[in-house]
């Protein structure tokens, strides 16, 4: 989250709004109605007025809601999705482990090459080549969701299992290395890895939230080429 200092925001932008919460950790919060011409959002910016001491840093500064505004940039860069972690990492290993997809006795994907993908906070997701996959069995689904750290994800069902598998067909130039390959829902089909079938962790469910405020994927696509 971004806090910026009041003397840095136009002048007349900040409309209080006469609601006020309390941070656990910041203390009392006063919300803005944010003015844009004629355009106005109610409790779409705040400030903590009685930061502890720890906090101190934010005095006089205030944020705002990220799904208010129209766009927020970085530099001359629009941020899509929504602000990327500096700690947040994805790392891509390749591995001769034995990876194989099962749909009702129905073998989807059987490999000795996938890619092992570790990204912050999940459970490892493996990927496959096209060539190991049958993709006869695979139906591409409506919808598409987005990742900052990955870029934009098409999906496929398989039989009656939905969007059970995705790929990020042209991913971006961090994780290049997964374009075009396919992972697999544990929960939605039988992924075996060494003869030990895989089960989605335990707060592993990604909620999706689609494009992001109206971008297309054509323009999420040029972003991640930058």
Known sequence: MAYFPLAAVDDG????????T?????????????????????????????LPDYASELKGRVAFA????????EEDERIVGHAADPYHRVDIRQTSRHLTVRY????????RRPLALY?????PRWYVPRDDVDQAALTAADGQTFCPYKGLASYYDIG????????YEDAWTGVRRVSGLISFEPD??????????????PGQSVIPHGVD????????ASRGQA
């Open 13 to 20: 932008t900040l409309q209080p709004g006469g609601h006020t």
């Open 160 to 167: 009656g299992a939905r969007r059970a598998a995705w790929s």
């Open 188 to 201: 939605k089909v039988e992924v075996d890895l060494d003869g030990s079938r895989l089960r989605l962790e």
């Open 66 to 73: 990220w799904r208010a505004m129209e766009a927020f940039y």
């Open 119 to 123: 990204e912050s906070g999940f459970a």
């Open 213 to 220: 405020r109206e971008l297309t994927p054509d323009e999420i």
């Open 104 to 111: 009702q006795d129905q073998v989807i994907a059987d490999t």
């Open 22 to 50: 309390r941070h656990a950790d910041l203390g009392p919060t006063s919300w803005f109605t944010v003015q844009a011409g004629e355009h106005s959002k109610p409790r779409a910016a705040w400030q903590h007025t009685g």
